[in-house]
T-cell receptor
């Protein structure tokens, strides 16, 4: 069974802390994505990666960075967490090439920044 | 920039009726459009993909249409059931094959 695993379902952090959200997929997918989801705003794309060490900014990259050192792992980093980064974070993956296949999502990581 | 609008934040209908959800987009001509279902506290799950050269796609009680002139997709659930209650999201590729963006979703409630 295909799987996207996010390291933490719930996190509570303090303002200014560095936060790492990890995502691992076991499907050998080229493309991986980080979204955040907020009520009324839907899923907004933060960053995506189409290959190891390759990344592109999404619509809301400010305050975030990403790392893709291995094909199966895509990390989202909040260098200095702020309260407006309290949100549900969703990781997804899909096959490469001209993407027409489905996105597979993890269960999400709910981050609260105090 | 690309914008995706889903017609309403919430839709409430009677069991057995057909639910129709709308997805409108601007400023781009995507090669395909996808629909996802999301249950509370879970990640979205893929339902259907429709390509720009397809007018209609069906899967069991689901039907999707794609009108590239109107820049609109309609998502229908026929013979709706309470178990169909969820948030439904449309998604499409924007500016590059790998960048997938989503609408804000429509929360569908089916009452018995």
């Amino acid at each position: 069974d295909v799987k996207v695993t996010q390291s933490s379902r719930y996190l509570v952090k303090r303002t200014g802390e560095k936060v790492f959200l990890e995502c691992v997929q076991d499907m050998d997918h080229e493309n991986m994505f980080w979204y955040r989801q907020d009520p009324g705003l839907g899923l907004r794309l933060i960053y995506f990666s189409y290959d190891v060490k390759m990344k592109e900014k999404g619509d809301i990259p400010e305050g975030y960075s990403v790392s893709r050192e291995k094909k199966e792992r895509f990390s989202l980093i909040l260098e200095s967490a702020s309260t407006n980064q309290t949100s549900m974070y969703l990781c997804a993956s899909t096959l490469g090439g001209y993407v027409t296949g489905e996105l597979f999502f993890g269960e999400g990581s709910r981050l609260t920044v105090l | 920039s690309q914008k995706i609008e889903q017609n309403s934040e919430a839709l409430n209908i009677q069991e057995g009726k057909t639910a129709t959800l709308t997805c409108n987009y601007t400023n781009y001509s995507p090669a395909y459009l996808q629909w996802y279902r999301q249950d509370p506290g879970r990640g979205p799950v893929f339902l259907l993909l429709i390509r720009e050269n397809e007018k209609e796609k069906r899967k069991e009680r689901l039907k999707v249409t794609f009108d590239t002139t109107l820049k609109q997709s309609l998502f229908h659930i026929t013979a709706s059931q309470p178990a169909d209650s969820a948030t439904y999201l449309c998604a499409l590729p924007y500016s590059s094959a790998s960048k997938i963006i989503f609408g804000s979703g429509t929360r569908l409630s089916i009452r018995p």
